[in-house]
Structures are given as structure tokens and as C-alpha cells.
């Protein structure tokens, strides 16, 4: 799927997963790739949190305190990483929302919508208020200021 990505989502996969290993967590889960994409602060992802009222500090934050809750591995280091079965997910839902909205890679901007759309109600989404409906419909207006 690397070769699907936009080069700012295949420098936050390759984030991700170097902070899961820094993390001692054996797959990358989506809570990594949440860390990693709300500290790039110049994506269309950022963009999207903070065109929907989203503080993006305690978001990042907030991602980052539950990636570090993560049972970390013990005796060997972990080297390399494994998409979890919910990234994978994640991944799949990101590819249908790039598709849908007719763009050729998947982005940030795929990642948060498939989030949103599939994990909808997961406690990261109500605590900052963010939904679907809501963050869609602000993506053209985030593309056509970010562009």
C-alpha cells in the first residue's frame, strides 16, 4: 500500500512506526499514526482538526498519552513493525474515502475521515467534538486554502 500514499502519508506511516519501535510496541496501531499526523502542524489533517474548533496541542497530546499506554514488549528489542489489525482497517477505510472523493493517493485528509467514519465513536472523537458529517464538509475549504 506504501506506493498508494502521498509523500507526506508515507513520511507519517514511516513516523509512526518509528515511534512504535521507540515505543517497544510490537504493531503500529492507529493511535501511533494519530500522534505523528497532529504533530504536523501544516497538513491537511491539522488543517481539518483546527477548521473544526480542535485545539491541536491537547489533541496531539492526548493521542500521545494513549500511544504510550501501549504494553510495550519485553526482553527482545523490537526492530520493525506490524500494522495492527485495526490500522490495517483504517487503511482499507482511507483507500474507499479516496476513491470517493476521486484523488489518485491516500492522504491525511483520508486518514481522518476514515477514523471518523469507521472508529466514529471512539472517546478521541466525542472528547474533541469531531464527526464525519462535520469535518467532510469542510475538506474543500481546507484544500482550497492549503493549495
Not at 480542535?54 to 519485553?74: G, I, W
Not at 526492530?79 to 483507500?95: F, M, R, Y
Request: aromatic letters at 6%; proline letters at 4%.
Amino acid at each position: 500500500m506504501q506506493g498508494q500514499f502521498t509523500q507526506r502519508m508515507a513520511a507519517a506511516m514511516q513516523a509512526a512506526g518509528d515511534l512504535a519501535v521507540a515505543q517497544r510496541c510490537p504493531e503500529l496501531f492507529t493511535t501511533h499514526l494519530l500522534t505523528v499526523l497532529s504533530a504536523q502542524d501544516d497538513s491537511t489533517f491539522s488543517a481539518l482538526l483546527v477548521a473544526n474548533g480542535v485545539d491541536l496541542k491537547k489533541f496531539h497530546d492526548y493521542c500521545a498519552d494513549r500511544s504510550r499506554t501501549l504494553p510495550p514488549v519485553s526482553g527482545t528489542p523490537v526492530v520493525s513493525v506490524q500494522p495492527s489489525q485495526e490500522n490495517a482497517a483504517l487503511l482499507q477505510g482511507a483507500s474507499f474515502e479516496m476513491r470517493e472523493l476521486g484523488d489518485s493517493r491516500i492522504g491525511t485528509e483520508h486518514v481522518l475521515l476514515a477514523a471518523l467514519k469507521y472508529r466514529g465513536g471512539k472517546s478521541a472523537w466525542a472528547l474533541f467534538n469531531l464527526t464525519y458529517p462535520a469535518v467532510r464538509d469542510s475538506l474543500a475549504s481546507v484544500r482550497n486554502a492549503t493549495a
